[in-house]
C-alpha cells in the first residue's frame, strides 16, 4: 500500500454545480426546483448538465428570488459561506434553517 499524500478534491465552481448545490441543499428535485422557479424544466436539466441557457441573466435572477440565494454567487462563483462552530453560516446564503423548511428567504 503506498503512503503518497492525496490532494483534497475541490469540486469545479461552475454554474451547474452551483445550481446542482443550491437545489441539493434545499433538498429539492429538479421538478421541483423547476417549479418553484418557474423556469421550464428541460432548462433546469440542461444548466445541471452543463449547457448555457438561453437569457441566463434573467434565469439566474429567478432561481435568486425564488430560492433565496446570493445572484452574484449564482452567477460568477466563488467562496462558499463560511459556517461557525454550531454549523450555521457567517455569511448570506442558503442557511441551514432555510433548507429544513424549503422556504427560503431572500439573502440580503
Keep these: 500500500m503506498s503512503t503518497q499524500p492525496t490532494e483534497r478534491w475541490i469540486p469545479a465552481d461552475t454554474l451547474a454545480v452551483r445550481i446542482l448545490l443550491v437545489r441539493t ?3 429539492l428535485s429538479q421538478r421541483e426546483a423547476s417549479a418553484q422557479t418557474g423556469i421550464p424544466y428541460g432548462s433546469w436539466q440542461s444548466m ?3 449547457r448555457s441557457p438561453r437569457d441566463l441573466p434573467a434565469k ?3 432561481i ?3 430560492l433565496g440565494v446570493d445572484r452574484d454567487w449564482l452567477m460568477w462563483g466563488g467562496p462558499l459561506a ?3 462552530t454550531d454549523g450555521d453560516p ?3 446564503g442558503v442557511t441551514r434553517q432555510q433548507s429544513r423548511n424549503k422556504t427560503p428567504s431572500i439573502a440580503a
Design 90 to 92: 457567517l455569511e448570506s
Design 64 to 66: 435568486s428570488m425564488s
Design 48 to 50: 445541471e448538465d452543463g
Design 82 to 84: 463560511q459556517t461557525g
Design 60 to 62: 439566474i435572477a429567478r
Design 25 to 27: 441543499t434545499l433538498g
